[in-house]
C-alpha cells in the first residue's frame, strides 16, 4: 500500500549486467526492457544476469512503487552459494507505475493487474516462479497463487496488502485520497509540496527507521518524484490503483483475497515487519491461520517495506523457506516414487508370471505354449 519509493534508473538497457557499485555505496538499479505482452500490454522489466542452475522468480511491487523496489534483495539472492541455486530475478513496473505505460483501457483493477503479471510469467518463463509480492504486490500474487497454482512454485508475501477493516491512520488516509474528486484535490495539493520532503514524508511512512535508507537511495527516489510528476498518467494510476485495492477490502464471498489465500496450495512464506504502519502486523496471526501450507515471520523494528529497509533479512529467510521447501518436495517425491515402486511389485506378485494359453499337445497331452 502507497508503497511510494522508485528508484529512478539512469537509463533503460536490454542487457542483464551486474550492477557496479563504489565500496559503501548501494549498487545501481538492474537494467531492463519494455516487454509486450501477448494480451497487449507493455510493462518494463528489469532482471538480473543469468546464471547456470539459477531458478526463476518474479517480484511484484505495491502501489506507488516500482520494479527499483528490490533492486538489493534481488542483488543478494541471485548468486548461487553452497546449494542455494540463485535466482534469476524479473521485476516489472506495473501498467502505469515506474516506466511501464498505463493500460491502454484505462483498466487499474486487481485482476488486471492480476492478468498482466500472469502474462508476463507465461510468456518469459516454462516452468513455475518463486512468486514475490510486496503490498499491493501481495494481494496481486495471492490471487495469482489461488487461480494459476501451475505457475507458481513458491510464494513469498512481504506485508502483503490482505484486507483488514480496523481503523489505523495511514490505511484510513489512503482510503480519503481514493474517493471521487476529493482524491484529485487531495493529490495536488501533495504536487505543490518540495519532491524532497514528500520523499521524506513518504520514507517516514514505509520505514521504521529512516535512517536506514542510503542518501543514494534518497537522491534516486526524489528523482523519480519528480520524473513522476511530469508524467500526465502517474495520478491517474495512483489513485484509481487505490480505489481498485479499497474495493478488495470490501469484496466478500469466494473472491474475497482470505478466501484465495486458503485456497493457495504454494509453499507460502509470509514476512511482516512489526512497526508497519500501513498493514496491521497483527494480520500476520490471519495469514498463519489461512495459508495452507508455508510460514510466517514478523521481523522486529521493520516497517512495511522489509526488502528494502532490511534486504538482509528477507534474503535470509527466502533462502532458508525456499531451501525447506525443495527439501520437502523432493522427500515427497521419494515417497511417491516408492509407493509407486511398491504398487508395481505387488500387482506383478498377484499376477505372476505371465503365460500364453494352453494348447493339447501331439498325442492328446496337454503342454505349455512355447514362447
Partial sequence: ??????????????????????????????PGELVQLDNGVQVFVRRTPDVAGAEPAVFVHGLGGSATNWTDLMGLLFQPHGTWPGLAGEALDLPGFGYSPPPADGDYSLD??????????EKRHSRPVHLVGNSLGGAISTRIAARRPDLVKTLTLVSPALPDLRPRLLPMRLALVSTPRLGETLLRRLQQIPPERRTDMTVKDLYAD???????????AVAEVIRRDGLEHAGDALLKSGRALVVEYTRHGPGSLWREAARVTAPTLVIHGSHDRLVNPSTAA???RSFGYGRVVLLPRIGHVAMMERPDLVAAEMQEFIAAAARSEEARSDVARAAADAARSAASVVRGPKIRPTRTAPGGQLGRASS
Avoid: F, K, Y
Fill in 286 to 288: 490471519r495469514a498463519a
Fill in 210 to 220: 529512516p535512517t536506514r535508507l542510503h542518501s543514494d537511495r534518497r537522491a534516486e
Fill in 112 to 121: 488486471a493487474r492480476v492478468a498482466a503479471v500472469i502474462a508476463l510469467i
Fill in 1 to 30: 500500500m502507497t508503497d511510494l519509493i522508485n528508484a529512478a534508473t539512469s537509463g533503460a538497457q536490454d542487457n542483464a549486467a551486474a550492477p557496479v557499485s563504489a565500496p559503501g555505496r548501494p549498487i545501481a538499479p538492474w
